[in-house]
């Protein structure tokens, strides 16, 4: 029964490709995120959401867009995908916007633009 | 400077011994400060936080915080080979209790 849920795991797209990751946590929490971790390993958030409202919003190009339809589910829409754009993408939840008592990540999407 | 920095690695540490790793950041109104533990090809998973100067621990694990000198260090006591994997240093930005900044890990190799 997993906590934090993305797909999917791996995507592999040609650039000007439009794409999207989905995130569902049944944990309860009202906060979710959108990180990306680059090759470098360096986790850097995207977006944050708390029950449905945008909290974070980092500088990243507009082509990536969120959507939270509930405070269970976020989504990550990329526009006209590009070479950069490969990365891990993880999704993660707390119990609290500030994510006090840290945070439960999903297992990733590792993605490849070609 | 970075933010938050952490010496990458990898630290080799025998079996059984005591692994120290280390974290300095820069933010002097950072108030949480967190550790991950992220084994290769998977998700950063919570390890421990800690808030206040002084030890935290948790089993084997202790965290270590010195705000007057900005930094925060995890030891890890009777270290096991499965303890070998990266690990991540968060800390909130001070000026805003919503946000983490990592450091790029320390990679930490246990030698059987």
């Known amino acids: 029964d997993t906590a934090v849920s993305q797909t999917p795991k791996y995507l592999v797209t040609q650039m000007g490709n439009d794409k999207s990751i989905k995130c569902e946590q049944n944990?309860?929490?009202?906060?979710m995120y959108w990180y990306k971790q680059d090759s470098k390993k360096f986790l850097k958030i995207m977006f944050s959401?708390?029950?449905?409202?945008?909290?974070i919003n980092e500088t990243v190009p507009n082509r990536f867009s969120p959507k939270s339809p509930d405070k269970a589910h976020l989504n990550l829409h990329i526009n006209s995908l590009e070479l950069g754009d490969s990365a891990v993408y993880f999704c993660?939840?707390?119990?609290?916007?500030?994510?006090?008592?840290?945070?439960?990540f999903g297992s990733g999407t590792r993605l490849t633009v070609v | 400077q970075k933010e938050v920095e952490q010496n990458s690695g990898p630290l080799s540490v025998p079996e059984g011994a005591i692994a120290s790793l280390n974290c300095t950041y820069s933010?002097?109104?950072?108030?949480?400060f967190f550790w991950y533990r992220q084994y290769s090809g998977k998700s950063p998973e919570l390890i421990m936080f800690?808030?206040s100067n002084g030890d935290k621990e948790d089993g084997r694990f202790t965290a270590q915080l010195n705000k007057a000198s900005q930094y925060v260090s995890l030891l890890i006591r009777d270290s096991q080979p499965s303890d070998s994997a990266t690990y991540l240093c968060?800390?909130?930005?001070?000026?805003?209790?919503?946000?983490?900044?990592w450091g790029a890990g320390t990679k930490l190799i246990i030698k059987p």
């Open positions: 993660a939840s707390s119990q609290d916007r500030g994510g006090i008592y840290g945070y439960t």
């Open positions: 944990l309860g929490h009202d906060t």
């Open positions: 959401y708390n029950n449905k409202e945008l909290i």
């Open positions: 933010d002097r109104g950072s108030q949480s």
């Open positions: 800690i808030y």
């Open positions: 968060a800390v909130n930005k001070g000026d805003s209790n919503y946000q983490l900044i």
